[in-house]
């Protein structure tokens, strides 16, 4: 079961989600089996009472293993919605009874929870209580070309009173190199500081990805003449993601400065 699913905008189909559950074991050892629920009836709080079975798998490899949970709402008209995610380590799930959530712990000795494949910006210091917001990526690498799906962000600038206009722009950038190619870009969202996008950005074939770099930045909208102001960034090592498999995580933004950029307007 799942509570307190967020409301879908009505498109013919009610506000209400209709959630089903993808499983997946993490990381795949040639037995790369999707698992999936039936769709739940139109709920907040969806109740699947589901047993799913992993074939295949002897028990002493499984516990070494972590099971991949995405949940999303299956929409007639389109593309399913992803509404979140969770990654249960089976072992300490068994021994504790509860999922375990990922930390580490920077050379600084302050803990650090980076995304998948994400780099920490060289010479920058953590700071203990410092926040630049997160934005949360999902990503599918496969067969040359690239899926970057943009799906929100939260706790931006909560020193600001105003609710922000921000987007998303990403670039790809050739392991220490300067120069910034393929820019792909989100819609604006308005009046946000926890905006939801939920665009895909892709990257073809065509675009060289082995050996470089996503940089993700977000971006303050600004009225008028004033420049858009960069809010924070991560960068991604695009060959530190598991091909041909689904990625979701949570990429905490640093500086902007940080990713080789001193101009304060977006590039």
């Not at 995610?85 to 302050?110: H, I, M």
């Not at 921000?166 to 190619?181: I, M, N, P």
């Amino acid at each position: 079961m799942a509570d307190d699913l967020c409301a879908r905008e009505d498109t013919g189909f009610g506000t209400l989600p209709e959630a089903f559950a993808k499983l997946i074991l993490a990381p795949p050892c040639g037995d790369a089996t999707l698992l999936k629920t039936i769709v739940a009836e139109p709920t907040q709080k969806p109740i699947w009472n589901a047993t799913l079975f992993f074939t295949g798998v002897d028990g002493e490899s499984l516990m070494e293993r972590a099971i991949e949970v995405t949940l999303w709402d299956y929409c007639p008209d389109g593309d399913n919605v992803f509404l979140g995610e969770c990654t249960v380590d089976v072992q300490r799930a068994l021994e504790n009874d509860r999922a375990v959530c990922q930390s580490a712990r920077n050379e600084n000795g302050v803990d650090l929870k980076l995304g998948r494949g994400q780099v920490l910006p060289k010479g920058y210091k953590i700071i203990s209580g410092a926040q630049n917001g997160e934005v949360q990526l999902g990503f599918y690498l496969c067969k040359g070309a690239l899926e970057v799906e943009v799906i929100c962000a939260r706790d931006i600038c909560l020193e600001e009173k105003e609710e922000l206009d921000t987007y998303v722009k990403t670039y790809l950038r050739e392991r220490d190199g300067e120069k910034w190619l393929q820019k792909r870009k989100t819609r604006v969202v308005r009046h946000s500081k926890n905006p939801q996008y939920r665009q895909t950005l892709k990257y073809g074939r065509c675009d060289i990805l082995q050996g470089r770099h996503l940089l993700v930045m977000l971006w303050e909208k600004k009225q008028g003449f004033e420049s858009n102001q960069g809010l924070g960034g991560a960068e991604v090592n695009l060959d530190l993601l598991p091909p041909k498999e689904f990625i979701f995580d949570w990429y905490p933004l640093f500086p902007i400065h940080t990713l080789g950029s001193q101009n304060a307007d977006s590039p």
